[in-house]
């Protein structure tokens, strides 16, 4: 299995264009070659073909710094067949209106995340006439292939909702994706988004050669220590949990969940704009070096 990491940060990306808290401005200090684009993922069993997990708002610039994806020469012929969506959340999900111009698609999500984006944020209806996606409906536990070697099982995180879908009912609206090459018998599972660590996600994640996994915050108040907004203009910032992400650090954390399981590699990755882990040289990233877990970068390759 080739795995490209496309992006790593949370929605808005690093640094944000409304932020200049002390990771966005160092980040604009040190130029483009810092920034990191929002969170996303490329697999494929032979590289020939490659299917995204999430399409994000900066998919075309995330495609054009990938070499795997270009369209073979003279053609607009690419080897993007498929897009995984791990939520409805815009960050995970804009992209596909950007993939408009392509070739046919075929689109996997958990039904919640299908119904929202035909109602409430009815992208499905507004791409038809431009796209040719085909929509299928993913559930956790229901082995789907992807390929003449990889397997995707869904894996139910939650039903944590977009602001947009509220009101909307379903479940399992957040999902992880455990992709197995069955030539290999190596696995990969990509966990953008962690609101808890259930049992069944537990299990998936203990046998993951490499797993990937919720960065966003390093601490619960982390927005709340990192920006000031004149309180006229917006209400206090929330904690990491209640906005649907276990923080890093911490009795409990991921960080912590992480560095306990067996083997295998593990990243971070959606790390907001505020996290201390984007400066290399902060005490957190020094803290966490001393642990086996890692920080994805945008453009990372890795192989299983």
């Not at 070739?103 to 791409?127: K, M, T």
């Not at 292939?145 to 894996?155: K, P, S």
């Not at 509220?166 to 957040?174: E, S």
Request: glycine fraction near 8%; aromatic fraction near 6%; include cysteine.
């Amino acid at each position: 299995m080739k795995i490209r990491v496309l992006g790593t940060a949370a929605g808005g990306g690093s640094p944000q264009w409304n932020c200049s808290c002390v990771q966005c401005a160092r980040a604009r200090r040190a130029g483009p070659p810092s920034w990191r684009t929002q969170d996303s993922l490329a697999v494929s069993g032979t590289g020939d073909t490659w299917y995204l997990v999430n399409a994000s708002p900066d998919v075309r610039a995330q495609i054009l710094l990938a070499p795997e994806l270009t369209p073979r020469p003279g053609t607009r012929e690419t080897p993007l067949r498929g897009v995984l969506l791990s939520s409805a959340e815009l960050d995970h999900t804009i992209g596909l209106a950007v993939l408009r111009e392509g070739a046919p698609l075929n689109v996997y999500a958990p039904p919640a995340v299908i119904g929202a984006l035909s109602s409430a944020f009815p992208l499905r209806d507004v791409l038809a006439p431009y796209a040719d996606h085909r929509w299928h409906a993913v559930e956790p536990g229901d082995p789907l292939r992807l390929d003449e070697r990889l397997v995707v099982t869904a894996v139910s995180l939650g039903d944590k909702r977009p602001r947009y879908a509220r009101g909307l009912p379903g479940r399992d609206w957040v999902v992880a994706y455990s992709i197995e090459d069955e030539v290999t018998g190596r696995r990969l599972v990509y966990a953008p988004n962690l609101a808890s660590w259930p049992e069944e996600f537990d299990k998936a994640a203990a046998g993951a050669d490499v797993l990937i996994a919720d960065g966003t915050f390093w601490s619960d108040d982390e927005l709340r220590r990192a920006t000031r907004t004149p309180p006229r203009t917006a209400p206090t910032p929330p904690r990491a949990t209640v906005m649907g992400h276990l923080p890093v650090a911490g009795p409990g954390g991921v960080g912590e969940r992480l560095a306990a399981l067996p083997g295998g590699r593990r990243l971070l990755t959606h790390l907001n704009n505020t996290n201390p882990l984007l400066d290399a040289t902060s005490d957190q990233s020094l803290a966490l070096a001393s642990s086996s877990v890692e920080v994805a970068a945008d453009g990372m390759v890795l192989e299983l």
